[in-house]
């Protein structure tokens, strides 16, 4: 066997002591975490302890896909949100990203002010947001429908609306940073080529962030069935079916049942469920990204 | 030439269009807020738009007093939390979680990116994986893990589990770290440094802004945050869940939009001071790389 020189071996306690800590949290809050969460889906809730009950939590999820309409609800609008932010969100994060990056007149305020809303605790937010939507809109504004939120109509849209407003701080402030390590000298050549403000968006800036974009975008298929949508905060417990979502579901649910965790195996399993069907996509997502995403040649 | 500059222009108007617009509604929408707030809840019924008929802090001083939550204790026993006691839970949670939150990445991804031992790899993998590989609805066995290691109903114990390493924060250090050069350290050593002073009083100085930014971002996120303050430390409000009670309190006299308003306010205040005292540092230079190395 080959020894260790003496500072490789100093190197080596020392990175062994440096990640000890890290690594036995991983080993409790995230391997122990999921290990304990994906034995619990198999178990069930009987006489003040958790029994061995098979695959009877999945039983009762199918059954409760086909019986309870929140379920068909909370798959829809989890994708919807999903698919607005893809579409709407984050085309205009990276454009006002470039229109940062290009330090065009006023971007200093726009950066502060599009951040703003991540800086603003949700709940305040929200509640702003909801008082000014059901009692001063319709006065300002007599054509919009009044009780925006009230109405179960009109409430996930306004909700929409609101979960794409507030959603740009953190990602622009991201693609921004990331945008400004491009390399400039061939942003001048381009520039002395004559291209134009969104050539070099299409043709430079995106290729070049195209890592950052993945990242962003395959994360964000993770949390598809996590997003909550500020639902809580809107709603509390008491959000009607046609709105709600499973990143919402999970929480109320698991926030209902603090004192036995009666529940907990059936959201476990429902947990797992949706791992299931989100691995695979996030994975595809990955690799479609990558391999045909634009290069940066 | 001309005809680049006029395709310039007319990109950068159509998307300042859309800032100017966005800015609009924010700022009216705060401002709304903050005038509401100031009226009396019968000017507020009959005005809802415009300015206040009089200027009163009647309500943040209303707020301030129902701004309070009964907490039940484990015990058996009830105590009421007032806004002062909210808001220190506050600052020890938000501190507390944040510095912990940023300090484990920052180390870990140190030791990843300055060491070259091959096993360290494994954990930037570990990382990658654990973004992309997403386990959903893991809350209920969480819950019973902080409960059975006594973590939950203790801020203490949410410092514990907020310092882990994974998430985007990683890659940032990670991508700091890698830009500086080896030298550095090469250089300390000659110079007798050890590992640990090379870390401390080197490279770590080097990424003071990044942690700083990070540690600011995760302090609002913290701050902001009520929902695992609702689940783990339901007997330590925080002034936000406190906010989220106060919203659905039935308690008389609290139930009028302007003092609610008020209530939004006193929760906002000191998160607002701290971004803007620090906004220029919280938006510095933070980028990171992709999913692949």
């Known amino acids: 066997m080959k020894k260790m020189s003496k500072p490789v071996l100093w190197d080596a306690l020392f990175c062994v002591l440096m990640l000890a800590y890290p690594l036995i949290h991983f080993s409790i809050f995230y391997i122990g975490v999921n290990f304990s969460s994906f034995t619990l889906a198999f178990k069930t809730y009987y006489d003040g302890e958790f029994v061995w009950a098979g695959f009877e939590n999945f039983r009762l999820i199918v059954y409760n896909f086909q019986t309870q309409p929140e379920y068909g609800y909370a798959v829809v609008n989890s994708l919807i949100n999903y698919g607005v932010g893809i579409i709407v969100g984050v085309p205009l994060s990276l454009i006002f990203s470039f229109f940062i990056y290009k330090k065009v007149k006023g971007y200093t305020i726009y950066r502060v002010l599009l951040f703003l809303p991540s800086v603003i605790p949700g709940i305040v937010m929200v509640l702003i947001y909801s008082y000014f939507v059901e009692r001063a809109l319709p006065e300002l504004i007599p054509s919009v429908p009044t009780r925006l939120l009230s109405n179960e109509d009109t409430a996930y849209m306004t909700i929409l609306v609101f979960c794409i407003f507030t959603s740009f701080g953190p990602t622009v402030l991201m693609y921004s940073s990331t945008m400004s390590g491009i390399n400039q000298s061939m942003v001048e050549s381009a520039e002395l080529d004559g291209i134009t403000f969104f050539k070099e968006f299409f043709y430079i800036t995106i290729p070049s962030i195209w890592p950052t974009i993945t990242t962003f975008l395959v994360s964000g298929i993770a949390g598809i069935f996590v997003n909550q949508m500020s639902l809580f905060s809107f709603k509390g417990t008491a959000a009607p079916i046609k709105i709600s979502n499973f990143g919402y579901f999970l929480y109320r649910e698991t926030q209902a049942d603090m004192v036995t965790h009666s529940t907990y195996p059936y959201l476990s399993a429902m947990g797992l469920a949706m791992t299931v069907i989100v691995v695979p996509l996030t994975l595809l997502a990955k690799f479609l990204l990558e391999k045909y995403g634009p290069k940066n040649d | ?293």
């Open chain 2, 1 to 293: 030439m001309e005809k680049k500059v006029r395709s310039d222009n007319i990109s950068k108007i159509l998307i300042s269009v859309i800032l100017v617009s966005y800015s609009f509604i924010l700022i009216s929408l705060l401002v709304w807020a903050v005038l509401s707030s100031l009226k009396s809840e019968f000017d507020f019924q009959y005005n809802k738009i415009g300015l206040p008929k009089a200027f009163s802090i009647l309500n943040y001083q209303e707020a301030f007093r129902l701004f309070k939550l009964e907490v039940k204790l484990p015990s058996g026993g009830v105590y009421t939390a007032y806004i002062e006691n909210m808001y220190l839970n506050s600052i020890l949670y938000a501190g507390g979680c944040a510095f912990t939150a940023t300090l484990v990445p920052c180390i870990t991804s140190y030791i990843v990116a300055r060491f070259k031992f091959k096993p360290l790899k494994i954990i930037y993998y570990i990382v990658i994986v654990c973004m992309v590989v997403p386990l959903v609805g893991t809350l209920p066995a969480q819950l019973r893990m902080a409960e059975r290691f006594g973590l939950n109903e203790h801020i203490w114990g949410m410092w514990i589990m907020t310092g882990h390493f994974l998430g985007l924060y990683f890659l940032v250090f990670y991508s700091s770290f890698k830009m500086i050069p080896k030298d550095f350290d090469e250089a300390a050593k000659i110079d007798g440094a050890n590992n640990f002073t090379v870390m401390i009083r080197i490279i770590l100085p080097l990424v003071m802004n990044i942690f700083f930014t990070i540690y600011l971002i995760h302090f609002i996120q913290f701050w902001n945050d009520y929902q695992t303050p609702l689940l783990f430390i339901k007997t330590k409000p925080t002034i936000s869940y406190g906010l989220y009670a106060y919203d659905r309190s039935n308690e008389k006299g609290s139930s009028n939009t302007p003092m609610k308003l008020a209530g939004c306010i006193l929760v906002f205040i000191p998160v607002f001071i701290v971004f803007m005292i620090f906004h220029k540092r919280m938006m510095g230079n933070l980028s990171m790389g992709g999913l692949k190395e």
